[in-house]
């Protein structure tokens, strides 16, 4: 199911990377979102993705369109792993 969120929101889009079972830090995470417009916002770990506890990672990203966005995590070296999501910005009428 796809999340629907509206205009003007503030969404937290968050990765776990594990190995196994246990939460693990990759040597390097990296996060891609595609708005609406298909323009890209390209993000990574240290300085625009925030490492909130071992393994967790997350960005905060402001939903000013309207439409689908798609949004995929990479983490590489300690824990190879890709995960990818979507979701729906609708209209307000405020």
Request: glycine fraction near 6%.
């Given at each position: 199911?796809?999340?629907?969120?509206?205009e003007g929101d503030l969404v937290r889009l968050?990765?776990?990377?594990?190995?196994?079972?246990?939460?693990?830090?990759?040597?390097?995470?990296?996060?891609?979102?595609?708005?609406p417009d298909r323009a890209t916002g390209t993000?990574?770990?240290?300085?625009?993705?925030?490492?909130?506890?071992?393994?967790?990672?997350?960005?905060?990203?402001?939903?000013?369109?309207?439409?689908?966005?798609?949004?995929?995590?990479q983490g590489t070296g300690t824990v190879q792993?890709?995960?990818?999501?979507?979701?729906?910005?609708?209209?307000?009428?405020?």
């Open positions: 199911m796809t999340n629907i969120y509206d968050t990765a776990k990377f594990t190995i196994l079972t246990e939460l693990t830090n990759p040597n390097a995470v990296y996060l891609q979102v595609i708005g993000y990574s770990y240290p300085t625009t993705v925030t490492n909130s506890a071992t393994g967790v990672f997350y960005r905060d990203v402001s939903l000013d369109l309207v439409g689908r966005y798609d949004y995929n995590f792993a890709v995960g990818a999501g979507k979701f729906i910005v609708r209209r307000t009428d405020f």
